[in-house]
């Protein structure tokens, strides 16, 4: 579903888009040539075949003997033999190239998105990603590996045509030739139509995908508001457009096809007419003109294949700049060379220079601005959180609660100012060092396919099958395992689909106890869960936090009510910051949030504990 | 399921949706047939062109034709003017009937999918609200699409290219065995085999495309995974980890593509070989023959341009049928949706005045599987007031209203609701629901414009009115605020609302119905409690005599109201007014307490006990 439109890329060719494909087909430069030698071999003997009927017809048909057949028959069947092996050489090249080339091209995009920041996540739609990444690279190594060598094929067999046809009938061939200009002139201005229309065709498909989607979500609102009969007028229209656009584009094909096929008929007409005249004047053998009447009516459809590919295969450039438009996305956050010098990088950590890490952070006259925002959201903040401190951050929904954590977490950098990590700037140290170890359980907690146990251990990977459950029995996860009935081997579905909300949450929470973290960050979930579940998770919250440095995005009262440290965010700036009760007697706009917000929370567990 | 209304089997399907176009798909038919045999002319043309006017041979025509064309006294010249003339003739008419059994073949096409495609929108929203419940958004949307386009490909490109191929394929034999049967019998001998070959391959070739297929969606989740679980990656630093898991399943989408890519080779290759192989032996057998004396040399150049001609189509023919079983999945797949029952209409549908007392009498009612939600209610709404409701998660309040809105129906023996003394089941849906302005707990807005959106149930309603709604809703500042005002788009294309505004323009979008029921499920939630305050004192002076239901946990929303209802668990736990209530001290009394004393430091310990 195009959910985001896509920018429309300049079509006019650029060969500096193209030269960006060479440093992925380097390394198969020898199937390259494979492919090159062999469907050159099969052009080649594509146009031989119809010199076979040529002979067969001027040697015994005219000369009235079967003497020599064998021979002949021996010779075709091996240039037919040939022709199948030439194939299998070609196809099985192509096919690996295709493969090896995409899987390279997927590969750099998908380590490259392992480097870029939040800031790009954040502001880019996965599909949108996504499609980069898969069907970009698809359509790049499909139309590399098949369509320019089809087109290589169709060019080389069309000159190779024209050569034997001006070997056999100099005068013939030119008649024959005279035609194709008329056909590269009917592909040139049917082509760029017919295109146009199916963009159209294929816009307003999705447009009907949408609207299904939107349909059928909807159903219960348009049911309350009894806005069938109009939603289906709509949808009849956008079907309705999609019908005319279809026909249109199908219309031009129509006119088009037949009239190739006529130029193709003119050219047959032509040689018949005047090789029959050569014929009967002895001038040209019968099997010629047979031979001459094949290639006429063979060599238009290499044209309009050549034709045809040689749109499909410029619109590639398209795919190709999304591909490097990708790539060239420079990370925002990336260690300075010393540091990776000394503690190593992402991909090849030097783990052994790491240093023990305590939790103590520190903001330093912080300020900051989202790099995609015009304002700043934090000016000349200073706050010491000492080891093992809680603070809890509140404020209402889009307020900018995540903005310390992002911070403090190194997925954004200050602007000005410093962030101090055990009283060192965290710039000077790798990014790598402080995510092992900081614990992150989101709102939304987010599993991998997968088991229970494999998604556990993403927490730390060279756990032992003990220790696992030791961390889910820790968060009370194992109440879940449990319920599941392959225990810790169950699948947990796509992103954990297979599990309830609640559910996905203790087993993120394991996941973090794993990885036993000095910092500890969780974004509360706002969803109800069921009063069992939720007094599960309070208890895994509690012993999560013991004796880290923790952030809690918190919405739930008894949580923020236990913080040392309390932030108040109003519109993206830290209005208040104290503990509870201090808040309270100050009356003030944690005194307004906590009425508004939290009443109904203690109203909503008055009602559930009757 | 009554048979009367799923209406029979796969082909029913088929002919319901095709037969409006019955026409156009029997006049593409049959003009692609006579396509056929205008392009058999051309050999024939030929044929006797080499024989008699190059050639000796007497005429092999209708007298009537050769008298007409005096081609008894003909000389060469204007013999091979007349074949030149004859094979445009024949292209012509040829390229005629592939001209209008194209364009017939694209309007059969798009009328049967855009029929199909309306009368899928059409009746899931006539589907009953339960059946949306029970089944998958993406599976439905699914059927709508890819099955759709299946069963169109099965109906206006396979099934036309079948009848296509056959009639090509007994014509083409029966005038070549009028030529020659020995030289026919050789070219039919080999057609099975290039058929049955083709057919043969691609049913087991669809296992493996199938597992290919599958790695492909694999890898495809894993990059997917990986980018919207951003974030825990990060957080656990485990980019290299994901890079791992990225190769392998990228590295397995490509070995079995390239592992199907060599099945695929050996097949292009042998059929290649195959066809080659009966071209040649048609040719040799031919040679034979025509030294033999058995043909002339012009029959047997048609012979060689028939079977060349024949040979293509069958082995796509192979394809095809092998391919067509799909369809009857697809066929299935969209007749499930469309044999799904619609929500019935009353028997005898009364029309009464809504602004009546609204009764529940005796009401239980519990959704499928899931026990009884709501446990023999009884209450009545009287006309013109306003009734508010308070109750927990699960207490069946929503349902409640989901039963006066007939989303669901009460059955038999769940007691009854009624209005005016009316039983509602026997108000038709649309005219009950017009009169019911609902406006729902998680609000859905369409992704039209702002403006399009509150004109929903009213699409000629001015700007002005518009406007005054969202006024009275307190969301006409923040719209006209907005960078295109009301012309905005909401969604995914458009801007993203917050919830508090979502929710107060669906109170806009509800009031422009005009309903003397209105119902607020929970639909201020997420705005805060004074502009709560503010919007229910402007719906109170704009619309004033209608009833209004209100479902909410805060107090100061529910206090104002003429009478208060509070469930528990599916149940009437407490019913009166304000002052009542409270006198009472049950549980509406101690959220009262907990709602409007929240600033008690007493209440706040009590609060920590959880």
């Not at chain 1, 096919?95 to 750099?108: S, Y």
């Not at chain 1, 050569?163 to 760029?192: D, S």
């Not at chain 2, 669809?206 to 599958?214: G, P, Q, S, V």
């Not at chain 2, 002076?541 to 109201?561: F, K, N, P």
Request: net charge negative; proline share 3%.
């Amino acid at each position: 579903m195009a959910a985001y439109d896509e920018k429309e890329y300049a079509q006019s060719f650029d060969w500096r888009v193209w030269k960006a494909l060479f440093p992925y087909l380097r390394p198969y430069r020898k199937t390259l040539i494979q492919i090159f030698v062999f469907i050159f071999l099969c052009a080649f003997i594509d146009i031989l075949l119809p010199l076979f009927q040529r002979y067969a017809i001027d040697r015994f048909i005219e000369g009235n003997t079967t003497a020599g057949v064998a021979g002949f028959g021996g010779a075709y069947a091996a240039a037919i033999i040939l022709q199948a092996l030439f194939v299998v050489a070609f196809t099985r090249g192509s096919m690996r190239l295709e493969m090896m080339f995409g899987r390279d091209m997927k590969k750099a995009c998908f380590v490259h998105l392992q480097t870029l920041s939040f800031s790009y996540y954040n502001v880019t739609p996965v599909g949108y990603i996504h499609s980069r990444v898969m069907s970009d690279t698809n359509r790049i190594a499909a139309l590399v590996a098949w369509n320019f060598f089809d087109m290589l094929w169709a060019f080389s067999y069309v000159i190779g045509v024209f050569i034997a046809m001006l070997m056999l009938n100099v005068q013939l061939a030119l008649l024959v030739i005279l035609v194709v200009p008329a056909i590269a002139l009917l592909t040139w201005y049917f082509q760029n139509r017919i295109l146009h229309w199916n963009r159209k065709v294929r816009k307003a498909n999705s447009k009907i995908t949408g609207a299904f989607n939107e349909g059928i979500t909807g159903a219960k609102t348009s049911k309350t508001l009894v806005i069938e009969d109009q939603n289906f007028a709509g949808f009849q229209k956008l079907t309705g457009d999609m019908r005319a656009s279809s026909v249109k584009a199908a219309r031009l094909s129509a006119v088009y096809i037949p009239l190739v096929l006529f130029v193709s008929s003119i050219a047959t007409a032509v040689v018949l007419a005047r090789g029959g005249f050569l014929v009967r004047e002895g001038l040209l053998l019968l099997g010629t003109l047979s031979a001459f009447a094949s290639y006429a009516a063979g060599i238009f459809e290499p044209i309009q294949q050549l034709a045809r590919n040689m749109a499909d295969f410029i619109s590639i450039q398209a795919n190709i700049e999304r591909v490097t438009g990708l790539l060239d996305e420079k990370p925002l956050i990336s260690d300075a060379p010393e540091v990776v010098e000394q503690y190593g990088d992402t991909f090849h950590p030097k783990k052994e220079n790491w240093p023990p890490i305590k939790g103590d952070i520190t903001f330093e006259d912080v300020s900051f601005q989202y790099p995609d925002g015009n304002e700043e959201v934090l000016s000349h903040f200073s706050l010491h959180i000492p080891a093992g401190t809680t603070v809890a951050i509140v404020g209402e929904t889009g307020a900018g609660k995540s903005t310390l954590v992002n911070l403090a977490c190194r997925f954004f950098e200050p602007t000005a100012g410093r962030i101090l990590i055990d009283g060192v700037d965290y710039r000077r140290r790798s990014q790598l060092w402080l995510h092992s170890n900081i614990g992150y359980v989101l709102q939304a907690p987010h599993l991998f396919s997968g088991t229970v146990m494999e998604n556990i251990r993403y927490g730390r990977l060279d756990a032992t099958e003990a220790e696992i459950k030791a961390a889910a029995e820790a968060v009370s996860a194992d109440t879940v395992v449990k319920k599941l009935d392959r225990g810790y081997d169950s699948p947990v579905g796509e992103g954990g689909d297979r599990l309830s909300t609640g559910e996905k949450q203790l087993i993120s929470f394991a996941r973090a106890v794993l990885a036993d973290p000095r910092i500890f960050v969780l974004d509360e979930a706002t969803s109800s869960i069921d009063t069992e579940t939720e007094q599960l998770i309070q208890n895994a919250i509690s012993h999560l936090l013991e004796g880290r440095t923790s952030f809690l995005i918190a919405h739930r009262l008894s949580t923020i009510r236990h913080a040392d440290l309390i932030l108040v965010v109003r519109d993206g700036r830290i209005v208040e910051q104290g503990k509870h009760e201090e808040l309270l007697r100050r009356k003030g706009y944690y005194h307004t949030l906590y009425s508004k917000q939290f009443a109904e929370e203690a109203a909503l567990r008055a009602l559930q504990a009757q | 399921m009554d048979p009367t209304q799923t209406g029979g089997g796969k082909a029913a399907l088929i002919w319901r949706f095709l037969r409006p176009s019955l026409w156009l798909f029997t006049g593409a038919l049959t003009l692609s047939m006579l396509n056929t045999v205008f392009n058999a002319a051309t050999p024939q043309i030929i044929r006797t062109t080499v024989d008699s006017v190059i050639g000796p041979e007497p005429f092999a025509l209708p007298e009537p034709l050769v008298s007409l064309l005096r081609l008894d006294s003909l000389e060469l010249t204007r013999g091979l003017i007349l074949a030149a003339a004859a094979i445009l003739a024949a292209a012509v008419l040829s390229g005629v009937c592939n001209y209008l059994s194209r364009i017939w073949t694209a309007k059969c096409s798009e009328n049967f999918v855009k029929g199909l495609r309306d009368g899928l929108y059409d009746h899931i929203q006539k589907l009953p609200f339960s059946w949306h419940t029970a089944h998958q958004t993406g599976e439905i949307i699914q059927r709508c699409t890819s099955d759709v386009d299946v069963i169109r490909n099965f109906v206006t490109n396979q099934l036309l290219e079948v009848f296509r191929t056959a009639f090509m394929v007994v014509f083409y034999l029966v005038v070549m065995f009028s030529m020659n049967v020995k030289i026919s019998l050789v070219a039919l001998g080999f057609l099975p085999i290039i058929m049955g070959y083709s057919f043969f391959f691609y049913t087991k070739i669809a296992k493996r495309f199938l597992a290919a297929d599958e790695a492909e969606g694999e890898l495809s989740t894993t990059v997917q995974e990986n980018l919207t679980g951003v974030r825990v990656v990060r957080a656990f630093g485990r980019e290299q980890y994901e890079i791992d898991r990225f190769d392998v399943k990228n590295q397995r989408f490509t070995d079995l593509w390239i592992k199907l890519g060599k099945l695929m080779s050996a097949y292009w290759a042998s059929g290649d070989l195959i066809t080659g192989l009966q071209i040649m032996t048609v040719l040799l057998v031919g040679v034979y023959e025509t030294v033999g004396g058995g043909v002339t040399a012009g029959e047997f150049l048609a012979f060689m341009s028939y079977n060349a001609a024949m040979v293509w189509p069958v082995r796509a023919l192979g394809r095809i049928l092998s391919e067509m079983s799909k369809a009857g999945v697809s066929i299935d797949r969209v007749k499930y949706i469309l044999d799904a029952k619609e929500e019935p209409g009353p028997a005898e549908p009364v029309e009464p005045p809504m602004d009546r007392d609204i009764v529940f009498d005796h009401v239980s009612f519990g959704y499928e599987e899931q026990g009884s939600t709501v446990k023999d209610i009884s209450f009545t709404i009287p006309a013109g007031s306003t009734f508010a409701i308070l109750g927990g998660t699960g207490s069946g309040k929503s349902t409640l209203m989901h039963l006066l809105d007939r989303l669901y129906d009460l059955p038999e023996g769940g007691g009854r609701i009624t209005i005016g003394g009316v039983d509602i089941r026997s108000i038709p849906r649309e005219y009950l629901r017009r009169n019911i302005g609902m406006v729902l707990q998680e609000p859905f807005l369409f992704s039209r414009t702002i403006e399009e959106n509150i004109k929903a149930t009213r699409p000629m309603a001015s700007l002005e009115e518009v406007r005054a709604a969202a006024a009275t809703a307190c969301v006409d500042a923040a719209m006209a605020e907005l960078s295109l005002g009301y012309d905005t788009m909401v969604g995914e294309r458009g801007v993203t609302l917050s919830g508090g505004q979502k929710q107060r323009v669906a109170i806009a979008r509800m009031l422009m119905q005009g309903a003397p029921i209105m119902v607020f499920d929970d639909s201020l939630s997420a705005v805060d409690a004074e502009t709560d305050a503010q919007i229910r004192a402007a719906l109170r002076e704009h619309e004033e005599g209608s009833t209004v239901v209100l479902i909410s946990h805060r107090v100061t929303t529910l206090m104002q109201a003429d009478r208060i209802l509070v469930l528990e668990d599916g149940r009437v736990a407490e019913e009166g007014t304000h002052a009542q209530l409270m006198e009472r001290g049950g549980i509406y009394r101690r959220i009262y307490d907990i709602q409007m004393n929240s600033e008690d430091r007493v209440l706040l310990e009590e609060g920590g006990d959880d």
